[in-house]
């Protein structure tokens, strides 16, 4: 093997394969066992990197997603708290619209509650009065996660560094207030083709919704990109995501919240 192809990663390096990745289609070989540094700090300065590169190309960041937010998935990946990745514009797809073929590795959709803040949030620390009064409303949503990274073979460093895996986006088109729906409680049910694929609740996500759009709020603040008015926050999947096969429309019912589905040409 030549020195090259055995050197460890370094930031930089990493991001480049990521970045080729997303433009060609092309996954990658995990990343974790060959980068220089193998921690969240490491990984979420590969993610920045590309961040900058993507703003640099004239993409318009419109929100953050957060992963990881199922106990079950945070022990298999050996963590102990979520992630979170960017939103860009152009990774929305409106609702029933179909998703663009070829633009995509290895989708699977999942679905979550996604909230839209009328208000920056800039504390150190935020509390669930913060969020409330910051958010303009809620929308049910489908997650299209992707990975970068050959077949979905990911540790916690590996989603990180891919922007937590993102993929697009689908929003629904009917507002809630906060105050007319329990994110707490609220039951979500996604269907395929008649069959029901997916189930789970407001709970599923760090105990509430709300506790993972808290934590993400502090985290940012942290990072130095505090969430502001307008800000799309995709706060984590209400059950078990679901591979995507094309020619399939997948329909999400939220509790309180109403319908979204996604449309795979």
């Known amino acids: 093997m030549s020195t090259i192809a055995s050197s460890p990663l370094d930031t930089a390096a990493a991001a480049a394969l990521l970045f080729e990745a997303h433009r060609s289609g092309r996954p990658v070989a995990p990343l974790r066992d060959r980068l220089a540094r193998l921690d969240a700090q490491a990984a979420y300065a590969i993610q920045e990197v590309n961040t900058q590169a993507w703003l640099a190309q004239g993409r318009r960041l419109v929100g953050r997603k957060i992963g990881l937010t199922s106990p079950a998935v945070q022990a298999q990946l050996g963590v102990d708290q979520p992630d979170f990745g960017m939103l860009f514009a152009d990774m929305a797809v409106g609702d029933g619209e179909p998703v663009p073929a070829g633009g995509l590795i290895q989708p699977k959709v999942e679905a979550e509650v ?31 996660v992707d990975s ?19 993929g697009l986006f689908v929003l629904g088109g009917r507002p809630v ?9 609220c039951a ?22 709300l506790n993972a759009a808290v934590w993400l709020a502090d985290v940012m603040v942290r990072c130095g990109r505090p969430l502001q008015a307008g ?8 059950g078990p995501m679901v591979a995507a096969a094309s020619g399939r429309s997948y329909e999400v019912f939220i509790e309180g919240l109403g319908h979204v589905s996604a449309r795979f040409a």
């Open 231 to 238: 800000d799309i926050v995709l706060t984590g999947a209400l």
């Open 188 to 209: 979500m049910q996604m269907h395929c083709a008649g069959e029901r694929v997916s189930q789970g609740h407001g709970r599923a996500c760090l105990g509430s919704p």
């Open 148 to 166: 970068r990274i050959e077949a979905w073979n990911i540790r916690f460093a590996d989603t990180v560094a891919d922007n937590a895996s993102s």
């Open 114 to 144: 996604a909230l839209v803040l009328g208000a920056d949030l800039t504390h150190e620390r935020h509390t669930y009065a913060d969020l409330i009064r910051a958010t303009a409303y809620a929308l049910p949503a489908i997650e299209i």
């Open 177 to 185: 207030r906060l105050r007319d729906v329990d994110l707490t409680a």
